[in-house]
């Protein structure tokens, strides 16, 4: 009993300091996180004919560049996007408006109380260019964050290159060395393969996404299109929500209710097929989370750290069990953890 009590204290001090240091650690889990994509595209440009004859460094600055050119074309691509979200507003007015009678009428809203009387009380209330300045502040905010996770990337790439070396010294003995070495390779191979084909399959279902929205002539297709695929990290509910936005975004452009069906249908069909198809050819055996786990886990890091701990939700428990499934003494657990039992 007093070995429960000491184990429940573990866990609530574990997660107090967790959320207390979230300006901290999200930078570093996420830049950790970046690192096994990183070097998994450093070692597949090393067996390319040409680039592959350049030395590991350069391999990896090139990497690390464009990755940082990357998060810096996003964040600024975000925030121009919001600008002008703010400015194209207005036009969608009649089209909402046109669109509320159509419902009011269709729920028999015509007497009292009329549905201007209910659209003022509720629609009206909700002036959504109000939250452009908190939103813009925040993604300057999270461009902050963006700035360490590609110097901590930086700084993690250069010390893997002596990770062995040190590894070495601080064991002492060849043969521990040896299998130590023998199993953090397993872990990172797993990890990174992992990480790179979810990021592979977000990346296609956001080109997907993208096209039907160019199709269909939804504004900010682009914008839509990389939320979807970032969204799609996280499991069961952010699939859905990444629809939801550019479905809400047709009926105020359009104001067609047959339009934004239209557009449902082919946004779900892409999910389908990613979901269905694509990502579990591709995943193999890396994703292999019991459901309950995976809400558990969700639930968990979303309470700590919101929409980026329910980013990260998923790799962040993904990885830790592969690495529990690579030591002996704590195999059964991941085994408990996964759907299949076999990890």
């Not at 573990?10 to 889990?29: E, R, Y």
């Not at 690390?64 to 036009?91: C, D, G, K, S």
């Not at 452009?132 to 110097?151: E, N, Q």
């Not at 309950?292 to 329910?310: E, H, T």
């Amino acid at each position: 009993m007093r070995q429960f009590a000491y184990f429940v204290a573990l866990m609530i001090m574990f997660g107090w300091l967790l959320h207390v240091g979230k300006p901290v650690l999200l930078p570093v889990l996420i830049a950790m996180i970046a690192l096994y994509i990183l070097s998994n595209v450093t070692d597949r440009l090393g067996a390319m004919p040409l680039i592959g004859r350049l030395p590991a460094t350069l391999r990896r600055f090139m990497v690390l560049a464009a990755f940082t050119v990357v998060l810096v074309l996003l964040v600024l691509y975000v925030a121009e996007t919001f600008t002008q979200v703010a400015t194209v507003l207005p036009r969608y007015d009649s089209n909402l408006d046109a669109l509320a009678t159509q419902l009011g009428l269709l729920m028999h809203l015509e007497d009292e109380p009329t549905w201007a009387t209910v659209r003022a009380a509720t629609i009206d209330q909700f002036q959504i260019q109000s939250y452009i300045g908190p939103i813009l502040a925040s993604v300057r905010g999270f461009g902050g964050t963006l700035f360490l996770v590609v110097l901590y990337a930086a700084f993690f790439m250069a010390e893997r290159a002596r990770m062995a070396e040190k590894l070495a010294l601080a064991i002492g003995d060849p043969g521990r060395e040896s299998r130590t070495l023998a199993l953090l390779a397993r872990i990172n191979a797993r990890v990174g393969n992992y990480l790179s084909v979810k990021t592979v399959v977000n990346v296609v279902l956001g080109t997907i996404s993208f096209g039907i929205l160019l199709l269909f002539g939804i504004d900010f297709a682009l914008f839509w299109a990389i939320l979807i695929g970032l969204l799609n990290y996280i499991p069961y509910i952010g699939s859905m929500i990444g629809v939801l936005f550019p479905i809400l975004l047709s009926l105020a452009q359009f104001g067609s209710f047959p339009l934004a069906a239209a557009v449902a249908s082919a946004l779900t069909v892409a999910q389908l097929f990613v979901a269905g198809y694509l990502e579990p050819r591709m995943m193999s055996r890396a994703f292999n989370l019991s459901p309950f786990v995976v809400l558990f886990a969700l639930a968990f890091w979303s309470a700590l750290w919101g929409l980026p701990g329910a980013v990260l939700a998923v790799p962040l428990t993904a990885s830790l069990i592969i690495v529990m499934a690579e030591i002996d003494a704590t195999r059964p657990v991941a085994i408990m953890l996964s759907a299949t039992g076999k990890v």
